[in-house]
Structure formats: C-alpha cells, structure tokens
C-alpha cells in the first residue's frame, strides 16, 4: 500500500521522474533510449565536444587521462584520480562555513555550522546530514566547476550524448550515532540509484576521508549485475545490507573510497554504493550530476522565500 501511495503521489508530482524509474529499472530500455538519443544529437554532441577541447587548458584538473577515465567509468562503474585545487577546496569550505545548511535537507531546518549542537537540541535528535541550497548561485567556486571542459567532456563521452547538468548537491554528514531510519533515509545502506536511462555523478570530498570513517563505498562492476534473490528482484529498488552485498561480490571489489581533500571521482550510481555513517569527522562532500534528461528532481535551487532557520 505505501507502494501505491509513493507511485500515485509520483505520477501526479513528478510524471517523467516517476514514469523514467519504472522503465529505466531495465536494461533494454535504458540502451534503447541512449542509442536513440545518440543517433538524434550526434553532431550536437561532437560540436560540444570539440568546444570543451578548445578550452581544455582552462580545465583545474590539469593531470588527467581524459580517454582512459571514461573506459574506467564505462568498464568499472567508476574512475578516480582528480584532484581539486587547494584554493578551491578553501573557497567551497569557507562557503559552507559561512552559510547555513539545512539538517534532513528540509528546507524549514537551516542552521549555522557553528550552532549544530544547539539545532540537535531543537530537533531532538543526531543530526546525520545537513545540505545547502542554491550553492552553485552563491559558491563562485562551485559555479566556476560546474563550467569546467574535462567535466563537461567527461560527461559528454560517457553519455554517449550532450550532457545535461542536472544537480550541484553540496552535504555534510557528521559523526552521530544516527538511527537506522535516517541512515537508510540518506543513503547510508547500500543501495543503486535509477536517476535516468543514463547518468553519472562527480564526488569531490571538500575534508579529508580516512579508511573506516564517513567514505563512500562502491561496488566496482556491480552496474553490470545487482543482486538479486529472484528473477524479478533485479529490477527492484531496495537497500541491501552489508552481509547481502558481501555475500554477493568478491572483497576486492567493494571499494571504500578515502583520501584527503580535494579528491574527486566519478561514478555511475546505479553500482550498488552508500555513504558510511562518519565516526570521527565530519565530512563534506560536493556531488555534480549529469544525465540525458533532466527531471527537475536532482537540484539544490530553492526559493528565499521556502528557506527558514531554526529558532536557536
Ligand atoms: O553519502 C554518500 O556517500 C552516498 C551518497 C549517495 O548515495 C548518492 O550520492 O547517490
Ligand atoms: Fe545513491
């Protein structure tokens, strides 16, 4: 019954979001749909290609193999190795220090960084992720790398099509012994994500990610082969525990993702991924997405109006 609810409310809400992630659940149709976005736009998408080439230098990830990270992310679901700027790194920091973020993504629960406890007392509760809106308007570091040529290269090689920017998400996630509710709410089990026929993310990690404490960790290749107890549950969206996804890939394949700020990756989401719950530090993140088609559904925009700080 909440099933039903969910895809009532999601067709009348959001038709193309809702319609997309029951159709794209299938792997047919998410090749035909590629292969036919391809052949439509595909002198669209050598002109954007060659418009990245002829501003490369202007890229801030000046040490990539441009040809071999898009193999990695077709081959393995994802790739590594880009490195943000220190400069940049401090500029997007000093950002999230200065503006509020918002506990649960609600709109309604904004709060300075600096009074984080006071906001648990208020809400009454851990606070495991705050997010903050507009940060590709108000972050001119951010809005410089969402213009970035190997981004938009990169994306546009990968999909195989011109790429649509469909989401800047900038998060923390603190260390709190948070509940299974809002774990499994913001990501922390793992799971795959149906966000389009094709799609992918740019993860930059903004503070440093030590081994055990607050990474993401991907199923490298698992895009290819989700897990599946039936027939029919590879076309299902659920969580997995920890024990499942052990039990179904070999250990070298699930790949925690660490390293200091300022390392970035690229990933193809619909491999079974998650965020672990931070124990030590806070970790912030900063999430690009691109796609085929944009559903309204991925960005940060929200107006003035719809944001209120807690009464701390
Ligand atoms: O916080 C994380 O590392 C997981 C995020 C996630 O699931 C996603 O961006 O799709
Ligand atoms: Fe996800």
Redesign the pocket.
Known sequence: MPLLKTLVRGLSEMPGYTLMRGAARFQIVRSTVTAGRRMLHASRLRRMLRACEARIDHTVFKKVDRDTFVIDLRDQGAAFGLQLPPDMVAAILRHAEQTPCYADRDPAKGFQLVQREKAEHKLGKPILVAQYFNATQECPAIAQLTHDPLLHWIAGRYLDSPPTLVGVNLWW?FPVDASEEDRNR???LF?R?VDDFRFF?F?FYLTDVAPGDGA?VCVLGSHRSPPARSLADRWIIRRYSDQEIQETYPAFSIHEICGPAGTGFAEN?LCI???RTPSRSPRL?L?IQFALYDYGAMHDRRDADQLSLLPI
């Open positions: 996630t913001h990501a922390h799971h994500d993310k993860f993401h989401t991924h998650k965020g993140l999430q």
